[in-house]
C-alpha cells in the first residue's frame, strides 16, 4: 500500500472520468457506510509500479448535478485529514470559477502535496488557456485530458514520489 491520494473538485470537471482511467480493469469499491463516505468511490491503482488507493469525490449521494458548495468543502476537508496526496482538479473549458477559488483557499492551507490537475486540456489551444488557473495561487498546474490521456503521465510520475 502506496498511500492514499483524493480526487477533490467542482461537479463535471472530469474526476470520475480521470478515476476511472486510473483503476482501469480494477474494481471500484463502493463504500455502503452512510453519510459522508456514500459519497466517495474507493479503487486501486499504481504507477511506475508503486501501488496506491485513489478515492474519487462529490456527486454520488443526491442522484443528480446538484451539489452544495458545503458538500465539496467537506470532501476537501476529509481529503486533507486522511489523504497523503491531493489531486486538485479544474475544468478549461470553464474557466477559473468562484467554487475553484474557495477549494484553492481550503487546499493553500493545509500542509499536503496538492496537484492542479487542470483538465480538458485536448489540444494545444487549451493549453494556452489553461495558463489562467494561475490566478488561484496554487502555483504548477498540469494540464491533462483525462479523456485521451495526454499529461496524466506527468502529473503520476510526480504524484507517485510524494507516496
Ligand atoms: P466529475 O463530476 O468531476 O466526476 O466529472 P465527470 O468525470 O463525470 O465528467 C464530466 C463531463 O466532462 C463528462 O461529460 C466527461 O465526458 C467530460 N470530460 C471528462 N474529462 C474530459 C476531458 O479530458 N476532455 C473533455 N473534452 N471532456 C472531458
Ligand atoms: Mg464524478
Redesign the pocket.
Known sequence: MGGIVAIV????????????RLIQKREAIVDAVSGVTRDRHYGKSDWNGKEFSVI?T??YVVGS?DIFEQEIDKQVELAIDEADAIIF?V?V?SGVTGMDEDVSNLLRRANKPTFLAV????NAQREADATEFYALGLGEYYS?????GSGTGDLLDALVKEL
Open positions: 473538485g467542482r461537479p463535471n470537471v472530469g474526476k470520475s472520468t480521470f478515476f476511472n474519487d462529490g456527486g448535478d482538479m475544468d473549458e483538465n480538458k486540456v485536448d491533462i485530458s483525462s479523456i485521451n
